[in-house]
């Protein structure tokens, strides 16, 4: 088929439809969509939460946990070793399709029946010592960690992969150990302030470096050693200014930022940043080919509208997820072939809008089965009556108006203010109270409980009595703490106490990644009329170069 351009059903905005599109989804077997890229997004992420977590009891064993649903949510949750456990059968709330109503309607309140996971991981099962991580698997010896798979020993870090030693970061892959408020970077040690680099060793407050060893406060070097500000030193100059600067406390840490700010405004950036890719556009893209419009990704091929993933291969539309492949309109769909409109599916094959199943084949709108087949609302049927029903159903659907639509956004069981579309499509309460969508006033935080208001400067000075104490956020006034595994990190790498919490250090992190999309520019570098997709905004301060004028600048 030709491109064809299409309005929205949601924004009415334009987009376009190319033929490299259709022809995934004839071979899907679903129809083209009717939302635009950025609107099927946005209703995909309503469907997340990934940061805001709640206090309540786990609805079998009524112990205390800690949860991404709120304790006045309508959803049975279970924690993590009630509902990996066996006693409970997700199939005994089986039942049967009503063809007098929408699939949609019968999803919403059927999902509310079974239980979920108060976090979403796989603690005890295929991790170990992970219990506070959400949207997690495979890992050991990590607290508050999101979105990440393959790790050890991590604190507060999302979007990483087969990283260890790793405290405050994001987008992290395949690194060493010794990590601080490293972004988008792979293959580096003892590193801290980094973005967007690779296989550095020693080095602090560096952007868009490879293969340099103790560099501080550089951009665009390649195989560089003891450099400052890009001008190079001897060793024994460069360690004199580094400990100068005494980055082992909070106002000597604060100097480095704050220059290194200033000295970034100065020099050029890449329109992009990616590594080993091939006829990719988007951004933060690593070992990719045949990758439009994907973010925060590594090893994606053939694939479009992708989004924090690993190993994507022939797939569309997809907000996190891993080792999978032809997967459409989902969540997470880690390990799995053929998911489709489908919510943290995990080593499932040919699987359509489904929940938190679990190795399972050919089954459709059911949810929490383990090793389900041929079920339809967790319902089993012979493989002769289950394609029979499932083949009713999509007619039914499709005069609905829902077959080849994801979940819509006020059927999710978050609040569109707990939900991630929040972060890349903020809205206040009145605007999203007059789309229709809930809104929570009770997002859980505790202030006023206060011990320690002055944190000592350096991480030396800091005492074992921190553990105890109650610390105060410096930008919200949220209350926090350090836990035993952070204050030993934080000692062995130098590194001082931070005195923000750590709501406020991701939300910092997320503005400096900026959101998911493309802006078309026009090369900043005097006399060049190169044009480019961007996820640079116009209105950022950076100066953005295109390839060739960017590797010009390269030292």
């Known amino acids: 088929m030709e491109q064809d351009a ?26 083209a969509p009717t939302f635009c890229p950025e609107c099927r997004r946005r209703r995909r992420l309503s469907w997340r939460n990934d940061f805001v977590f709640y206090n309540r009891n786990c609805d079998l064993c009524k112990r205390n946990i800690i949860s991404i649903y709120s304790p006045d949510s309508p959803q049975v949750i279970y924690c993590n070793k009630c509902w990996w456990g066996d006693g409970w059968d997700p199939k005994k709330y089986a039942q049967d399709f009503d063809f007098s109503r929408t699939f949609f309607e019968q999803f919403k309140e059927f999902r509310l029946k ?44 999302c979007y990483a992969a087969e990283t260890k030693d790793t405290v405050d970061s994001m987008g992290i892959f395949s690194t060493g150990e010794g990590l601080y408020e490293v972004m988008y970077s792979e293959k580096c040690f003892g590193c801290r302030n980094i973005y967007g680099s690779s296989s550095l060793m020693n080095c602090a407050y560096c952007t868009e470096c490879v293969g340099c060893e103790n560099c501080f406060m550089c951009i665009n070097l390649r195989n560089k050693q003891y450099y400052i500000l890009n001008k190079p030193y001897s060793k024994e100059e460069y360690e004199k200014i580094i400990n100068s600067y005494k980055l082992e406390t909070l106002s000597g840490s604060e100097k480095a930022r704050v220059e290194f700010e ?56 997809l907000c996190v997820g891993g080792e999978l492949s032809e997967c459409y309109e989902g969540i997470t769909p880690d390990n799995s072939n053929k998911a489709l409109f489908s919510i943290y599916t995990w080593k499932c094959m040919d699987v359509a809008y489904s929940e938190f199943l679990q190795s399972s084949k050919n089954c459709f709108g059911s949810v929490a089965l383990k090793h389900g087949e041929y079920s339809i609302f967790n319902k089993q049927y012979t493989k002769e009556e289950y394609f029979k029903l499932k083949d009713e159903i999509i007619e039914h659907m499709k005069k609905s108006g829902e077959w080849g639509e994801f979940f819509p956004i006020n059927y999710s069981p978050f609040s569109y203010n707990e939900s991630m579309a929040m972060v890349d499509f903020p809205l206040t309460k009145e605007e999203a109270l007059i789309k229709g969508l809930n809104w929570q006033d009770n997002i859980q935080e505790t202030k006023g409980k206060t011990t320690l208001k002055n944190i000592p400067d350096s991480i030396n000075n800091v005492e074992d009595s921190i553990l105890n104490e ?30 923000k919490c750590f709501f406020c250090r991701i939300k910092k992190r997320l503005e400096i990644r900026g959101p998911s999309r493309l802006w078309h520019r026009n090369c900043m570098n005097k ?15 950076e100066i953005v170069y295109c390839e060739g004028c960017y590797n010009n600048e390269v030292n």
């Not at 996971?117 to 999101?146: P, R, V, W």
């Not at 930008?475 to 106490?497: G, H, M, Q, S």
């Not at 006399?527 to 301060?541: H, I, K, L, V």
């Open 527 to 541: 006399g060049c009329t190169n044009e480019f997709e961007t996820s640079y905004a116009p209105n950022r301060p």
């Open 6 to 31: 299409r309005n929205c059903q949601n924004c009415k905005s334009e987009f376009v439809i190319e033929p490299d599109d259709f022809a995934f989804y004839e071979k899907m077997k679903v129809p």
């Open 114 to 157: 079974v239980p979920t996971l108060a976090l979403t991981n796989d603690n005890n099962i295929g991790s170990e010592n992970c219990e506070y991580t959400q949207n997690f698997a495979l890992g050991k010896n990590c607290y508050m960690t999101m979105v990440s798979w393959k790790v050890e020993n991590c604190m507060y870090t």
């Open 262 to 317: 200033a000295f970034l405004r100065t020099q050029p950036r890449r329109f992009v940043s990616s590594r080993n890719c091939v006829n990719c556009t988007g951004n933060n893209i690593i070992n990719s080919k045949n990758a439009k419009n994907v973010f925060h990704c590594r090893r994606s091929e053939d694939s479009k509208y992708l989004e924090n993933g690993d190993t994507q291969k022939d797939s569309y539309d």
């Open 470 to 499: 109650i610390l105060e956020c410096s930008v919200c006034e949220r209350n926090y703490k350090i836990v035993t595994d952070e204050l030993a990190f934080y000692r062995k790498w130098k590194i001082p106490v931070p005195t």
